[in-house]
């Protein structure tokens, strides 16, 4: 369904060095963008309820970030906070640069591209969907099936010039019963998720709220998130900008942006991760997003 939903803009401020470029250009999850023209193009679910489809453009003019809103007026505020978000700019950005410039390994990371910043998932439903999707498949793959889901499905947007696919909302995904690629299996996991957004067991600021561990827990109640993809819903689709995440790249990530000749064990990761506070989560995104343009 293609959708000519009203237009409003507004705007986002931006604090410490930002690249918009960089955060579009990182290739995370469903994105795989290899070319920026000045604009970041979004079709997502609407937080709360995730049955409001909406299209943000979003453009860097200096300390701000311009978005034009595809979607409710009354909305708009509540696009703002999603894409803030998503672009990581719900966090002080001086104080991350701050951290980063005081430390000599991450000052020569951080020199790569100061305005680096995590790109996340739109939502906890988002990535929860992602993670049924991409399960067992190469990650193009996934995309691919992703694309065809919200194509059939979803609401797509006209955005600069692009068409560009949402993801099905709850009662959209609901009616799906089969895709080209699609699993039998994975049928009534989606459906489990859509009806868990449904009861609101998947609102960003509810999972936020918890203790991460907690989340994870509870996501695990879902077929077919085991604990990676339930560690992956919470850290990269809630904002986390500070949990550990002890996943197997980053890790590697670390131990060779710091020259470590042994795999870190957990608590030696803890320790070495307690300078990065509070911002532990964008350090590991940026050492394994950025580590390989220190040896190119």
Do not use: K, N
């Amino acid at each position: 369904m293609t959708t000519t939903a009203d237009v409003q803009t507004t705007s986002l401020d931006v604090t410490g060095p930002y690249d918009l470029a960089e955060v579009a250009l990182m290739g995370f999850g469903h994105r795989d963008e290899r070319e920026f023209d000045g604009v970041m193009r979004m079709a997502f679910c609407l937080d709360g309820d995730y049955e409001t489809p909406v299209g943000v453009e979003a453009r860097q003019s200096g300390s701000t970030v311009e978005l034009t809103v595809h979607g409710p007026p009354d909305r708009l505020a509540d696009v703002a906070h999603q894409v803030a978000r998503v672009i990581s700019l719900d966090h002080d950005g001086a104080a991350f640069d701050a951290i980063c410039r005081r430390d000599p390994v991450l000052a020569r990371l951080h020199a790569v591209a100061p305005g680096f910043r995590p790109a996340l998932f739109y939502s906890p439903y988002e990535a929860a969907v992602w993670s049924v999707v991409s399960a067992r498949r190469a990650r193009g793959q996934g995309i691919a099936l992703r694309q065809r889901i919200c194509e059939q499905y979803g609401t797509t947007f006209d955005l600069a010039g692009q068409r560009v696919a949402a993801l099905p909302t709850p009662s959209q995904l609901l009616a799906v019963e089969s895709a080209p690629g699609l699993p039998a299996d994975r049928v009534p996991r989606l459906h489990a998720i859509a009806r868990a957004a449904t009861e609101g067991r998947l609102g960003a600021d509810r999972l936020r709220a918890l203790d991460p561990a907690e989340a994870e827990r509870e996501l695990q109640q879902l077929p077919g998130i085991g604990p990676f993809y339930s560690s992956l819903i919470v850290v990269r689709g809630c904002g986390h900008a500070d949990v550990l995440a002890v996943e197997g790249h980053a890790r590697e990530a670390v131990e060779e942006l710091y020259g470590i000749d042994h795999e870190l064990s957990v608590v030696e990761l803890e320790e070495l991760a307690e300078s990065w506070r509070p911002f532990r989560t964008w350090v590991l995104v940026s050492a394994r997003a950025l580590g390989g343009r220190l040896a190119a």
